[in-house]
């Protein structure tokens, strides 16, 4: 089964930057493309989709709240997805979550249901 480990969440600095990571394994080698994403959830409020990517042909989709501050990423040959954080502001305090999941008509997208596989979570705090 898929498995997904993470790291990288710290304390940090307002304005300052972080780059998250995600080591995935176990895929079913027959399917050709999913979506990778990063959720978050802060004390008191639902999870929330960040960022997405497809695998196959690495289009991503972003929440309007991080737009041209974080950047979603993969490396296929690693197995391993990233997300930068630049510009960090305190609303972005959140345990970070990497999901897995297929590819909906219409493409990835930040709806959680459509994720199948979770990380443990990573805390990132910004102050």
């Known amino acids: 089964h898929v498995q997904l480990v993470e790291s990288g969440g710290r304390s940090v600095q307002v304005g300052g930057c972080l780059r998250l990571s995600c080591a995935s394994s176990g895929y079913d080698a027959r399917v050709a493309s999913r979506c990778m994403g990063w959720f978050r959830q802060a004390p008191g409020k639902e999870r929330e989709g960040v960022a997405t990517?497809?695998?196959?042909?690495?289009?991503?989709f972003y929440a309007d709240s991080v737009k041209g501050r974080f950047t979603i990423s993969q490396d296929n040959a690693k197995n391993t997805l990233y997300l930068q954080m630049n510009g960090l502001k305190s609303e972005d305090t959140a345990m970070y979550y990497c999901?897995?999941?297929?590819?909906?008509?219409?493409?990835?997208?930040?709806?959680?249901?459509?994720?199948?596989?979770w990380s443990q979570g990573t805390q990132v705090t910004v102050s």
């Open positions: 999901a897995a999941g297929s590819v909906p008509v219409g493409g990835c997208n930040l709806k959680r249901e459509k994720y199948y596989a």
């Open positions: 990517i497809n695998t196959r042909d690495n289009s991503t």
